[in-house]
């Protein structure tokens, strides 16, 4: 039925700005308030709820539901015979997303782990301060908080490049940095993405939750096995490691919004580290996306419809693909399969966090707006637009069930999975994952 209406409406009006193009000033825009989320939750820390496993059991359900209205959406769209005024109003969709949503997120991220790398670089065991600290935490967790909302965007450079993989891959092999810390550093270990990136970092910045306090990094470590680890030689790598991860964060910038003027220095920096930030026919991944299926444009979508698929319902990269990781493993590996090593962000005690704002990465992309305003270009809009506004209720009501049962697993995430399952996360014995990633 929503097919076939898609087919038989017509469309009159649209945004009076954009005079060149004829083909969208037939689409009437219909402009509603979205379903969103809150922007804070009250943590789960009822001691009788950590045995509990349907707090988590909820928290994957709501995930695999998000899952399928965001299929749902996607298969509307994909089987509906489009008009010329939809096609031009699903590419100013994407168009948004590249210029509303992506950029500014990575460009954000990147804003983000430079102040990170200015506040580590200013540590020294000598003269650190606990003000020092605390200031090099918060920057990480503003930093994490832009990656995870980016996370619904994987496609592309983040995917092409292993961006992803190199800045964001757990558990963090600690028997393997441990050795490293042992034997001295080398470059080769600056090659293994598992002792890399934010998950190192927070390694050396958190403990149980807290952020770490100046007499360790002062003296030796205390975490076990760890204890004759001194805090300079933490402080020391950590330093490299956000260098590595600013000049990936840059890549992620230039990569999407091609090279400008403003960001020219970036560009210096991603060149100078022989980071590739084009497509494999010399476009921009933003240019990729929005000119998909046009003739002569080297995008590497074949149709608009396939660049949309990307974004909404592919396997990997895209809104199903983190609906799909955030229970099926990101969830699902500690709290159904037992594997405790496998807990995100278990040293900063994020991972609640980290989940929450992968959903909110979807309802960005859903949206076309970081802010939970519907973009006049969005999917929201255009499922408005074309009478069909029982998506919209559907997939927004998915993405905020999602959130309200990922906030309500009790907290910490890693508390919580060591409870059900009786095993600590800390011990040697359970360091080593055995799923994959």
Sequence with gaps: MTALLLMSLTFTACSSDNNNDTTTNEFNIVNTTPVVDNDTYASNTTAANYSSKVFGEEA??????LVDQLEKANTIIASAKLSEAQEAYLRKVL???????????????????????ETLNGLTVNTITQAQIDKACADFKQARQNWERSEAFLMGAASDFDIDPTIDSWPLNRTLLLNYFNNGMNDEMLEDATILGFHALEFILFRNGQNRKVAELKGNDTYTNFEQITGAQELAYAQTICTLLKERCYQLQVAWEGETAENADRVAVVKAADLDYTTSRGLSFGENLTKAGINGSKSTFATLKAAIAQVLSDDEGSCVGIANEVGTAKIANPFVNADIAYVESPYSYNSITDFRDNIRSIRNIWLGSTDKAANQYSFHTFFA???????????????VSAIESISNMPAPFVKYCSVVWNKDFDDPDNWDSNSEE
Excluded: M
């Design 60 to 65: 994957i359900d709501d995930c695999g539901e």
């Design 385 to 399: 637009s074309v009478n069909n506004s029982s998506i919209n209720t559907a997939l927004e009501g998915a993405y």
């Design 95 to 117: 168009e948004t997303l590249v210029s509303n949503v992506i950029v500014p997120t990575y460009t954000q991220l990147a804003d983000d782990v430079e102040d990170l790398e």
